[in-house]
């Protein structure tokens, strides 16, 4: 999940020092909930000048957007809770992303899908043109091809943090392969 912490203020030194400060609160709050150093990290900081109308005072906004990885998906509202308490109305929330952790099985599944395909349309193609299929004289895998795509599912009825209401959904494993075939 990437959270960031936001502050407003006249000058660029206040801004930075008001976030700098609500970070160190976040931080501590996430680790409070048990989140290691290892699974924190900093994805941006920025600072800026606030347009505002003529007349206006000039305002600057720093932002520090943080990183959070974890495996416990049951903890989620535990650590939005807390990053909220740390930081109040200057937390913002910029999303939360579900992966599966070890691809490798999956992967390995999804590329014999992609050659079984890749071997059927082959076979097809050339029994249409007259010829039967050779053997095979390349394979790469590639990509901005269309996917062939096996999909993983958590179980829609394990319950999970139920005052968020998320719902890891599925992930696609995605394997595309260009298998070159001779004619026989």
């Known amino acids: 999940m990437s959270f960031s912490v936001e502050q407003v203020a006249p000058d660029v030194a206040t801004a930075v020092a008001r976030v700098g400060e609500r970070t160190d609160a976040v931080l501590a ?12 990290g900093t994805s941006a900081v920025n ?4 347009y505002r109308e003529q007349g206006s005072s000039p305002a600057y906004r720093a932002s520090h957007t943080i990183t959070v990885e974890t495996k416990d998906l049951t903890g989620f509202g535990r650590l939005l809770n807390a990053a909220v308490d740390a930081a109040g109305n ?12 070890d691809k490798t099985e999956l992967l390995s599944r999804a590329r014999a899908l992609a050659f079984q395909q890749a071997r059927e349309k082959a ?23 269309t996917p062939i795509r096996e999909g993983v599912s958590y179980a829609a009825s394990k319950a999970f943090d139920a005052a968020v209401n998320i719902v890891p959904g599925g992930q696609d494993i995605q ?3 260009e298998v070159r075939f001779a004619w026989a």
């Open 175 to 177: 394997v595309t392969l």
């Open 47 to 50: 600072v800026f000048q606030e």
């Open 123 to 145: 076979e097809e193609l050339a029994g249409l043109a007259g010829y039967s299929l050779g053997s095979v004289s390349s394979i790469s895998e590639t990509h901005g091809f």
């Open 29 to 40: 709050a996430l680790g409070g909930q048990g989140a290691d150093a290892s699974q924190l």
């Open 90 to 101: 200057s937390l913002g929330l910029h999303g939360l992303e579900f992966d599966v952790e």
